[in-house]
């Protein structure tokens, strides 16, 4: 019974790490994933891949659930994340330059509600470390089926005026760009001052218009067409969902990632920790990034690729995310507080929803 080994050995580790500060538990973890990845210690978490492949994008995927970004944002455990069985790994947000972030504490667990709230604010590295941690990366070495994509998140550094911001997104596209199967242009987490204003009408229209002019260069440069990715908040109203789809739809873009973490408070009134700044994650957002992944799906029509991302804990809420509209998925709380079986309870669920319904 080889797939219950990951179950049950995080079933172990889950009150260790619980113990610890959750920034130092992410810490530790990774240290651990990035240590024993391509070692026979991997064995602890590795789990066979479920193929359930699916054309997207003009990419294969070889199934429907990934990792969302933010989980590994210096790119140190991808093997380690391939080898747990995602489809996807999406790793960053990188920025052109290395920053430390926000004053600790940044990160506070809600567990009576599976939800963390975070203000990390793109702590990380910076793209030169970066890129050479995506580079020593061997998951496409691994023979067999369709190889696992790999995403590469950008963003703007907290110390370039929001004015500046193309800037920054131009400088990490071109960085990473050779080194991707898809780039997402991350213009919606809420920890980098005014970031979330990229989402507006004229902004947006800027940014992705300097984006996909780029990409041009790029292709014509590197001989690759690598597909874009935007991924929104879920703090937008109809009528917002409905400016960002035209807009990302007039400047090719090949994606949309719905949705980040959410300023909203209400489902988690009066709990410790509750009214700490950040994004909030994990199930309290569920219900609103549904609600954009259905929106957007209305607004886009049926062809165009949305990733369903926010409140993942279950194989059904994978299920409601495909209902709502996605095509595929990615999972990041559900991660830390369900252990790595998600993936391949989630990933089969939506191979037998498929099969069903026959698409
Ligand atoms: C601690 C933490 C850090 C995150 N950092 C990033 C990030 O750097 N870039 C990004 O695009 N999303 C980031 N996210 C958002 C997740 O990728 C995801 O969109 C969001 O958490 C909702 O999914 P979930 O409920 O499965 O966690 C972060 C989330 C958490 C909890």
Redesign the pocket.
């Known amino acids: 019974m080889p797939l219950l080994l990951p179950s049950s050995l995080y079933g172990l580790a889950r009150p260790f790490l619980f113990g610890f500060d959750p920034e130092h538990a992410h810490e530790l973890t990774l240290d651990a994933l990035a240590r024993t990845q391509n070692t026979p210690l991997a064995c602890a978490y590795a789990a066979p891949r479920v193929e359930d492949p699916v054309r997207l994008a003009g990419l294969t995927f070889p199934n429907r659930v990934g990792l969302?970004?933010?989980?590994d944002?210096n790119a140190r455990c991808i093997d380690a994340f391939a080898a747990m069985g995602f489809g996807f790994v999406e790793v960053?947000?990188v920025t052109p330059k290395a920053q430390p972030g926000n004053p600790k504490p940044r990160?506070f667990r809600l567990p009576q509600r599976d939800a963390?709230i975070?203000r990390?604010g793109?702590n990380n590295e910076g793209l030169e470390a970066f890129v050479a941690n995506v580079q020593r990366a061997r998951f496409r070495q691994r023979g067999g089926a369709a190889p696992m994509l790999l995403g590469l998140?950008i963003?703007k550094n907290a110390a370039t005026p929001i004015e500046r911001a193309v800037d920054d997104y131009l400088v990490a596209l071109d960085g990473v760009y050779p080194h991707a199967d898809y780039v997402?242009v991350?213009i919606?987490?809420p920890n980098t001052a005014n970031l979330r204003s990229l989402q507006s009408d004229e902004a947006l229209d800027a940014l992705l218009g300097a984006v996909a002019d780029k990409r041009e260069t790029l292709a014509a440069r590197h001989g690759k067409r690598v597909p874009l990715f935007v991924?929104i908040a879920p703090d937008l109203d109809e009528r917002q969902v409905a400016v960002i789809a035209a807009t990302l739809t007039r400047h090719g873009m090949d994606g949309v990632i719905a949705?980040?973490?959410t300023l909203a408070r209400d489902a988690v009134e009066g709990l410790p920790h509750a009214q700490e700044a950040g994004?909030l994650?994990?199930a309290p957002?569920r219900e609103a990034?549904n609600r954009v992944i259905a929106q957007l799906r209305t607004a886009l029509g049926p062809a165009f690729p949305i990733i369903g991302?926010?409140?993942?804990l279950s194989a059904a809420d994978a299920e409601a995310k495909r209902t709502a509209g996605a095509d595929v998925v990615?999972?990041?709380?559900?991660l830390i507080y369900r252990g790595p079986a998600l993936v391949a309870r989630a990933a089969r669920a939506l191979q037998q929803q498929a099969r069903q319904s026959g698409t």
């Open positions: 969302a970004a933010g989980l944002k960053g947000t990160m963390l975070n990390l793109f998140n963003g997402t991350n919606s987490s991924k949705t980040n973490t994004g994650s994990g957002v990034s991302v926010g409140g993942i990615q999972i990041y709380t559900g």
